[in-house]
C-alpha cells in the first residue's frame, strides 16, 4: 500500500472523514458533506456510516466517530483506523482520509490503526472473494508544510514496523505442519540476508549437545522435527556498549508432552509467538538501521509426547549447570528458556536481558486477553517498558518477583522443580523460575501467553494472532539511550 500527502482532494474511492462528537465538522469536511444529512450519526468511538454519492471526487464517504474531543486518546484515533480499514469492500482501491486537526501523532496513530486492522491470515485461502480486498493508495490530506514533512518521515517507520507485525501474525498464524522449527531456520536466514548488519547463527542438535543445553535438546527430543537455537545479531554503530539480548519463545507445537494437554491444543501453535517477535524486531532493526547492537535467541522445539520424549519426573542439567526437575513437562518454555537466557549472559554479557513468552495459562485468568503481565528485577528497565508500553498501547502490568516465594521451586532431589502446581500464582512463579539463569544482569520477562494469540476481534487487532509487542519492543529499542 502507498501513503502519500497531498493538499487537496483528488479523484479517490472512498473518502474518510473522522469526527468528534458535538464538534461541527471543519471547513474542509464540510464542503465535501454539504449533500448530506446525517442526523443519526452520533460520532461515538469507532461508530461507522457509510454515505453514496453521484458524480463526486468521492463516490463513497466514511464516517468514523471519534467520541468527545477531551477523552480521545492517541489510541482513539489508532482504532479510528482499524475501523476505517474494516469497512472497505473489494471494489475500493484508493482511499483518501481528511481528518479534521492537523496533528502529527494523532495522523500517526490512525495511520498505523489503519494498517494494522488491514490484516487477514490467507495462506490457505482458495476462494479469491474471501482474501483481503488490495488497497492500493491511502492519502492523507494536510495543508500544513511542516506537519507534511514530519509526517513523511514517520510513515516510512510505521510502514516498516507494522509489516514486521504482520509478519509475526502470519507466522503465529501458520499451522506447525508449516511453521516448524525447520521453516523458522530457514525464516531466520532469510531475514539476517534481507536486512542491514545482520547476522546469524543456527545452533543445531548437535551444538545444543555440545554446549550443555539439555533443556532445549530434552524439550524437544521427542520430535521428529528436531530442536535447535537460532542466534541473530545486528550491530551498527552502537550507542550502547555492551549489547541488549531478546529471547523469544519458540514452542512450534505444545502438546503439553507426557503430561498431554487436555484444552485447546488446537490453539498450542501459538506457542512460538515470542520467537516470531524477536525475529520481527530483527526486521525492524534490517530495516530501520538504528545505531545499536542486539542479540536475538530463538530457541526452537516441538513439545510432543513420543518414546524419546523428556518424562515426568526426569531431571535436566541447563547450560549455566543448574539441574532441574521437570515434575510436569507441559512447563517447557521456561526449560528452553533458561538454556537461552544463560546463554545470552554468558555469551554476550548484555546491558540488559529481556524473554518474552507465552509462558502461562494463568495470565489469561488473571488479566485477560488486553493486558501482558511483566516481571523484572530492574526499576530501571520497569521505567523504559512502562513508558515503551504507554506510547504503543499495548497494556502492560508489572507483576513481583516475590523472594518468599522462591521456595517453592526447591527441589529435594535437584536444584530446582520446573512447577509446582500447590503454590498458585503460576505467573509469578514462571518468572521466578526464569530469575535463576539471568544473574544480577538487569532482565524482564514479558509473559504473552493471553495477548498474543485472541479470541475475539479488536478495532485493529483481528482475531488470532495479534503480533503484539513488537511495536512497544520497538519503541524500547528506539529510545535505549536516552
Ligand atoms: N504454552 C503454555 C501456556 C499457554 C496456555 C499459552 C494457554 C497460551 C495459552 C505453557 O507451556 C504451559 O503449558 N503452561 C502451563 C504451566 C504449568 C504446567 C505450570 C500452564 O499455564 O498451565
Ligand atoms: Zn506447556
Ligand atoms: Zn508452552
Same mark, same amino acid.
Given at each position: ?35 448530506? &444529512? ?7 468511538? !469507532?461508530? &461507522?456510516?457509510?454515505?453514496?454519492? $453521484? #458524480? ?26 482499524? %475501523? ?25 496513530? *490512525? ?80 531475514? &539476517? $540476508? #534481507?536486512? /542491514? ?37 545486528? $550491530? ?16 512450534? /507445537?505444545?502438546?503439553?508432552?507426557? #503430561? ?21 524486531? /530483527? ?17 526452537? &522445539?516441538? !513439545? ?12 535436566? @542439567?541447563? *547450560? ?44 489469561? @485468568? ?9 516481571? %523484572? ?30 521456595? !517453592? ?10 512447577? #509446582? ?62
Amino acid at each position: 500500500m502507498k501513503i502519500e500527502i497531498a493538499s487537496r482532494i483528488t479523484k479517490t474511492d472512498l473518502l474518510v472523514l473522522p469526527f468528534f462528537a458535538g464538534e461541527k465538522p471543519s471547513t474542509a469536511q464540510k464542503s465535501e458533506l454539504e449533500s448530506y &444529512a446525517y442526523p443519526d450519526f452520533e460520532a461515538k468511538p !469507532n461508530e &461507522a456510516l457509510l454515505l453514496y454519492q $453521484k #458524480n463526486k471526487l468521492a463516490p463513497r464517504v466514511l464516517l468514523i466517530g471519534l467520541g468527545e474531543p477531551e477523552k480521545a486518546l492517541q489510541d482513539t484515533w489508532r482504532q479510528a483506523g482499524g %475501523t476505517a480499514t474494516k469497512s472497505i469492500k473489494k471494489n475500493i482501491h484508493s482511499i483518501t482520509l481528511l481528518p479534521p486537526k492537523e496533528d502529527l501523532y494523532r495522523l500517526s496513530a *490512525f495511520i498505523e490503526g489503519f494498517l494494522l486492522g488491514h490484516y487477514r491470515y490467507e495462506d490457505f485461502l482458495r476462494d479469491e472473494k474471501r482474501r483481503l480486498p488490495v488497497i492500493e493508495t491511502l492519502t492523507i490530506i494536510i495543508e500544513d508544510k511542516k506537519i507534511t514533512q514530519l509526517l513523511q518521515e514517520k510513515i516510512r517507520e510505521i510502514q516498516v514496523v507494522i509489516d514486521a507485525v504482520k509478519s509475526v501474525r502470519d507466522m503465529v498464524n501458520s499451522p506447525s505442519n508449516v511453521m516448524n522449527p525447520g521453516i523458522f531456520e530457514h525464516l531466520g536466514k532469510l531475514t &539476517a $540476508k #534481507n536486512g /542491514f548488519k545482520i547476522g546469524c547463527k543456527i545452533l543445531d542438535e548437535k551444538k545444543l549437545k555440545k554446549l550443555g543445553m539439555w533443556c532445549l535438546y530434552g524439550v524437544g527430543q521427542g520430535a521428529k522435527e528436531r530442536p535447535r537455537m537460532i542466534v541473530l545479531e545486528y $550491530k551498527y554503530k552502537p550507542k550502547n556498549k555492551r549489547p541488549i539480548v531478546l529471547v523469544g519463545k519458540g514452542i512450534c /507445537f505444545d502438546s503439553g508432552g507426557i #503430561n498431554l494437554k487436555t484444552q485447546m491444543l488446537e490453539d498450542m501453535k501459538l506457542d512460538m509467538a515470542g520467537a516470531a517477535t524477536v525475529l520481527g524486531i /530483527f526486521k525492524i532493526l534490517g530495516a530501520l538501521r538504528p545505531e545499536l547492537h542486539v542479540i536475538g535467541l530463538m530457541p526452537l &522445539a516441538e !513439545n510432543m509426547p513420543s518414546g524419546e520424549a523428556i518424562k515426568s519426573g526426569d531431571i535436566l @542439567t541447563a *547450560f549455566n549447570g543448574i539441574t532441574i526437575e521437570v515434575v510436569n513437562t507441559d512447563a517447557e518454555g521456561r526449560l528452553i528458556l533458561a538454556d537461552a537466557l544463560s546463554y545470552g549472559i554468558k555469551t554476550y554479557d548484555p546491558e540488559t536481558i529481556i524473554d518474552i513468552a507465552t509462558l502461562t495459562g494463568a495470565a489469561i @485468568t488473571a488479566f485477560g486477553y488486553g493486558i501482558t503481565p511483566f516481571l %523484572t528485577n530492574s526499576p530501571a528497565l520497569k521505567e523504559k517498558i512502562e513508558t515503551a508500553a504507554q506510547t504503543t498501547d499495548e497494556k502492560m502490568w508489572e507483576l513481583p518477583l516475590e523472594k518468599t516465594y522462591r521456595k !517453592n521451586l526447591e527441589s529435594p532431589i535437584a536444584d530446582l522443580l520446573n512447577s #509446582n502446581p500447590k503454590a498458585g500464582a503460576s505467573t509469578i512463579q514462571g518468572g521466578l523460575f526464569l530469575e535463576n539463569f539471568v544473574g544480577e544482569k538487569p532482565w524482564a520477562h514479558f509473559d504473552i501467553a493471553a495477548t498474543a494469540y485472541i479470541p475475539e476481534a479488536k478495532p485493529y487487532i483481528p482475531k488470532g494472532a495479534t503480533g503484539k509487542h513488537v511495536r512497544t519492543l520497538w519503541e524500547l529499542l528506539k529510545h535505549y539511550g536516552d
